[in-house]
T-cell receptor, first 114, second 112 residues
Framework: DVKVTQSSRYLVKRTGEKVFLECVQD?????MFWYRQDPGLGLRLIYF???????EKGDIPEGYSVSREKKERFSLILESASTNQTSMYLC?????????????FGQGTRLTVV | GENVEQHPSTLSVQEGDSAVIKCTYS??????FPWYKQELGKRPQLIID?????GEKKDQRIAVTLNKTAKHFSLHITETQPEDSAVYFC???????????FGAGTRLFVKA
């Protein structure tokens, strides 16, 4: 059974805190992604990585950064959490290559910033 | 960049009826179109996908059609069952890139 695991299911943080969301996959996938999910807005891409130490901005990168030091791990960092970053965060991974393939998602982290 | 629009946002059908969800995309070079189902409190999971060299694909009660000229693709669920109730997302993957852009989702209710 394929596994994408996010470190926390629920998090509550204070405004201004630095927040780390961790994602680990055991499928040796090249590509990893961070999305946020908000009602009526679908899944919006924050950042993605196609290789170790490589990162690319998605559609809504402001206020976020990422780190990929190992192939299996992709971290999302909220430099200074704000209330408008309260959301569900989903990590995903796919095989590499030019042809699109299935994305496997983590279980999600519901972050509340107070 | 790619933009994906999805309609309707909410769909309610009677058990046994068919359900159709439609999506349009903006980048004519996109070449991979997956559909994901997300049940309440669970992660999205792939239910069917189609590539740009195919016009239609079926898997039991689920089918997807792709019209490249019009840049739209649709999900068809026949003989709906209560367990089909979920949020469905369409997506398009940019050709030559890594980004998969999702639609806003359709919440499907199947009434028993």
């Amino acid at each position: 059974d394929v596994k994408v695991t996010q470190s926390s299911r629920y998090l509550v943080k204070r405004t201004g805190e630095k927040v780390f969301l961790e994602c680990v996959q055991d499928m040796d996938h090249e590509n990893m992604f961070w999305y946020r999910q908000d009602p009526g807005l679908g899944l919006r891409l924050i950042y993605f990585s196609y290789d170790v130490k490589m990162k690319e901005k998605g559609d809504i990168p402001e206020g976020y950064s990422v780190s990929r030091e190992k192939k299996e791990r992709f971290s999302l960092i909220l430099e200074s959490a704000s209330t408008n970053q309260t959301s569900m965060y989903l990590c995903a991974s796919t095989f590499g290559g030019a042809v699109g393939t299935e994305a496997f998602f983590g279980q999600g982290t519901r972050l509340t910033v107070v | 960049g790619e933009n994906v629009e999805q309609h309707p946002s909410t769909l309610s059908v009677q058990e046994g009826d068919s359900a159709v969800i439609k999506c349009t995309y903006s980048d004519s070079a996109s070449n991979y179109f997956p559909w994901y189902k997300q049940e309440l409190g669970k992660r999205p999971q792939l239910i069917i996908d189609i590539r740009s060299n195919v016009g239609e694909k079926k898997d039991q009660r689920i089918a997807v059609t792709l019209n490249k000229t019009a840049k739209h693709f649709s999900l068809h669920i026949t003989e709906t069952q209560p367990e089909d109730s979920a949020v469905y997302f369409c997506a398009a993957r940019e050709a030559g890139g890594f980004k998969t852009i999702f639609g806003a989702g359709t919440r499907l209710f199947v009434k028993a």
